[in-house]
Protein backbone atom coordinates (compact mmCIF):
# COMPACT_ATOMS: atom_id res chain seq x y z
CA UNK A 1 0.00 0.00 0.00
CA UNK A 2 0.83 3.34 -0.77
CA UNK A 3 2.59 5.71 2.18
CA UNK A 4 -0.32 8.43 1.45
CA UNK A 5 -3.08 5.39 2.11
CA UNK A 6 -1.23 4.44 4.62
CA UNK A 7 -1.61 7.32 6.64
CA UNK A 8 -5.40 7.93 5.66
CA UNK A 9 -5.89 4.35 6.87
CA UNK A 10 -4.21 5.29 10.12
CA UNK A 11 -5.89 9.10 10.59
CA UNK A 12 -9.54 7.24 9.66
CA UNK A 13 -8.98 4.72 12.64
CA UNK A 14 -8.04 7.44 14.74
CA UNK A 15 -10.90 9.06 13.79
CA UNK A 16 -13.64 6.38 14.68
CA UNK A 17 -11.95 5.83 17.91
CA UNK A 18 -12.77 9.49 18.90
CA UNK A 19 -16.28 8.95 17.20
CA UNK A 20 -16.62 6.23 19.65
CA UNK A 21 -15.59 7.79 22.46
CA UNK A 22 -17.80 10.69 22.01
CA UNK A 23 -20.84 8.31 22.03
CA UNK A 24 -21.31 7.26 18.10
CA UNK A 25 -22.23 3.99 16.67
CA UNK A 26 -20.30 3.46 13.32
CA UNK A 27 -22.29 2.48 10.50
CA UNK A 28 -20.02 2.43 7.50
CA UNK A 29 -15.76 3.00 6.46
CA UNK A 30 -15.35 4.25 2.96
CA UNK A 31 -18.58 4.03 1.59
CA UNK A 32 -18.55 4.03 -1.74
CA UNK A 33 -21.55 4.88 -4.04
CA UNK A 34 -21.07 5.89 -7.90
CA UNK A 35 -18.24 8.40 -8.03
CA UNK A 36 -18.22 9.46 -4.61
CA UNK A 37 -16.90 7.99 -1.19
CA UNK A 38 -17.31 8.75 2.48
CA UNK A 39 -14.88 8.70 4.64
CA UNK A 40 -17.19 7.62 7.82
CA UNK A 41 -20.97 7.50 8.64
CA UNK A 42 -22.20 7.57 12.09
CA UNK A 43 -25.31 7.62 14.27
CA UNK A 44 -25.71 9.15 17.31
CA UNK A 45 -29.58 9.87 19.02
CA UNK A 46 -31.64 11.29 15.95
CA UNK A 47 -28.88 12.15 13.79
CA UNK A 48 -26.55 10.72 11.17
CA UNK A 49 -23.54 11.67 10.76
CA UNK A 50 -21.12 12.15 7.60
CA UNK A 51 -17.07 12.41 8.46
CA UNK A 52 -14.55 13.73 5.82
CA UNK A 53 -11.10 12.48 7.88
CA UNK A 54 -8.25 14.77 6.70
CA UNK A 55 -4.46 13.61 7.56
CA UNK A 56 -1.25 15.58 7.43
CA UNK A 57 2.18 13.90 8.34
CA UNK A 58 3.58 17.38 6.90
CA UNK A 59 3.66 19.98 10.30
CA UNK A 60 2.84 22.69 7.46
CA UNK A 61 0.03 21.88 5.98
CA UNK A 62 -3.59 22.72 7.54
CA UNK A 63 -5.79 19.68 6.42
CA UNK A 64 -8.55 21.79 6.61
CA UNK A 65 -6.96 23.49 3.15
CA UNK A 66 -7.98 20.42 1.76
CA UNK A 67 -12.02 21.28 2.43
CA UNK A 68 -13.05 23.45 -0.40
CA UNK A 69 -16.37 23.74 -2.25
CA UNK A 70 -16.05 21.47 -4.51
CA UNK A 71 -15.13 18.56 -1.97
CA UNK A 72 -18.53 19.71 -0.05
CA UNK A 73 -20.50 19.45 -3.18
CA UNK A 74 -19.36 15.83 -3.32
CA UNK A 75 -19.78 14.97 -0.15
CA UNK A 76 -23.54 16.06 0.54
CA UNK A 77 -24.42 14.31 -3.16
CA UNK A 78 -22.96 10.96 -1.85
CA UNK A 79 -24.51 11.74 1.43
CA UNK A 80 -27.80 12.60 -0.43
CA UNK A 81 -27.38 9.35 -2.16
CA UNK A 82 -26.76 6.90 0.94
CA UNK A 83 -29.95 8.60 2.43
CA UNK A 84 -32.02 7.97 -0.88
CA UNK A 85 -30.85 4.31 -1.07
CA UNK A 86 -31.27 3.18 2.20
CA UNK A 87 -34.40 5.63 3.17
CA UNK A 88 -32.84 6.97 6.20
CA UNK A 89 -35.11 9.13 8.22
CA UNK A 90 -32.52 10.97 10.59
CA UNK A 91 -31.39 14.27 9.91
CA UNK A 92 -28.30 14.61 8.44
CA UNK A 93 -25.07 16.25 10.09
CA UNK A 94 -21.62 16.79 8.39
CA UNK A 95 -18.39 16.83 10.27
CA UNK A 96 -14.88 16.97 9.81
CA UNK A 97 -12.06 15.30 11.84
CA UNK A 98 -8.67 16.30 10.95
CA UNK A 99 -4.78 14.66 12.08
CA UNK A 100 -1.65 16.28 11.97
CA UNK A 101 1.30 14.53 12.70
CA UNK A 102 2.37 11.10 12.86
CA UNK A 103 1.40 8.05 14.88
CA UNK A 104 3.94 9.03 17.78
CA UNK A 105 2.72 12.60 17.78
CA UNK A 106 0.02 13.91 16.89
CA UNK A 107 -3.39 16.05 17.25
CA UNK A 108 -6.75 15.75 16.14
CA UNK A 109 -9.83 17.87 15.86
CA UNK A 110 -13.03 17.51 16.11
CA UNK A 111 -15.40 19.76 13.78
CA UNK A 112 -18.80 19.21 14.43
CA UNK A 113 -21.62 20.28 12.22
CA UNK A 114 -18.55 21.81 10.56
CA UNK A 115 -21.12 23.16 7.31
CA UNK A 116 -24.49 23.48 6.62
CA UNK A 117 -25.12 21.07 2.79
CA UNK A 118 -25.74 24.18 0.13
CA UNK A 119 -29.12 24.24 -1.23
CA UNK A 120 -27.62 23.28 -4.75
CA UNK A 121 -24.34 21.00 -5.23
CA UNK A 122 -23.78 21.68 -9.25
Given at each position: ?????????W?????????????????????R?????????????????????????N??????D?????????????????????????E??????????????????????????????R
Amino acid sequence: MAQHNDTGHWGEELACEKLITLGCAICERNFRIGHYELDIIAMKGNRIIFVEVKTRTNPNSDPLDAIDNKKISRMVKAANAYIVAYNIPHEAQFDIITICGTPNNYTIEHFPDAFTPPLTTR
